[in-house]
């Protein structure tokens, strides 16, 4: 393959920024749905609402065994075949789950969300590709349009229960588990999107681009940071588990709340009806308005935006201590926790890229996604007993921990401007 010119460079990256951004819309669905339903399977089939924080944590955990070897494998035969194998992981969890709701197996449901977790390691493995060609002072903007298109498939996901559930009853599939029917349909067209249009791979002509301004020595040597990347790392896993802690036990709370609202005897739909509603407001939260947290990085800095991340997860924060007996307060939580986590995740993953040297970039950004997902695992579990003993606002409480000490260690973050525009 030929080196690519700057104005070639400039065509391809729009491209791959396109293709990751509809491979995101497709990949979001399955995602979505698991984020719903995944707790509720959980606590139905086990039989005890403890057990429900497994299902996130199946999930995340998933994602952090294979986030390391994705990037491996990334770094050696490209994006293109990484985030295919990613696919196909996700369309083997939903069979999975489907089947062990029809026979209702505890352990086998765990086993196929942790495969579809493992299909969102390449989800998340996206984000980094759109960096991979993107010009310096563009990153944030790029990493976050990918980010973005996730809106779309993440709340169409929860708002595909209702008549994913029609459809399941109309085609005898177990309960809770219609809209997975759709999520194998979206699965199946990202892997040919990505077989067929992620050509040229971005991150094999990066490595040639890099290669060949080091031979010809006319690049400036980019200095790494290893310092700022660890808090980088740390930022954005930290705001991943107060995102997910919460947002995991959010389902089994507004269960509880919708049974005591209609005196102990509140029906499946009106279940889902709730949760699917918040689920997709606060999945809207996390990605709606990522470019603009993508744009304020690029102008104002990485680190500012992650510290306004840390404002956001606060006030959600608060609002799930103060206002958790209301739908409304409940459904404000949520949004303002999506909103928190996109802006911390979009400037961390940029602020990640720019303390990296190329050589290292690939193998820090699986590192990061594998901590993000193994601390938000632990999270969902820890968060499952701390809902059984303490209720949603002492979750809230034990989650600002992280937003203080992410507050805190943020002077570990500063990045000298001349390296951020190389």
Known sequence: MTLLTAAEQAVVQRRTVLILSFGQVLGGIAFGATVSLGALLAADISGDDALSGLATAAVTLGAALCAIPL??????????????????????????????????????????????????????????????????????????????????????????????????????????????????????????????????????????????????ASAAQIVDRPKVARYAMFAVAGSHVVMASVMAMTPIHLSHMAHASHGGHATTADVSLLVGVTIALHVAGMYALSPVFGILADRWGRLRVVLVGQALLAASLLFAILANDQAWGVMTALILLGLGWSAATVAGAALLTEASAPELRTRRQGRSDSLMSLSAAAGAVLAGIVLSNFQYAGLGIAAFALVIAITALAPRGRMPQADVLR
Do not use: C, K
């Open 71 to 216: 990037a491996r494998l990334a770094s050696r035969v490209g994006r293109r075949r990484a985030l295919t194998l990613g696919n196909l992981f996700a369309l083997v969890g939903i069979a999975i789950v489907i089947l062990a709701a029809a026979l209702r197996i505890f352990p086998l449901l765990l086993v196929g969300i942790l495969l579809i977790g493992a299909g969102n390691a390449g989800n998340l493995q996206s984000r980094f590709a759109a960096t991979d060609l993107a010009a310096p002072q563009h990153r944030g903007r790029d990493l976050s349009i990918v980010v973005w298109a996730t809106t779309i498939g993440g709340v169409a996901g929860p708002l595909l229960l209702g008549p994913g559930e029609i459809v399941g009853q109309a085609i005898g599939m177990p309960p809770q588990t219609g809209s997975y029917l759709f999520s194998l349909v979206a699965q199946s067209a990202a892997f040919v999107l990505y077989v067929v249009a992620l050509r040229p791979d971005p991150l094999l002509s990066a490595q040639r681009l890099t290669m060949d301004a080091a031979a010809t």
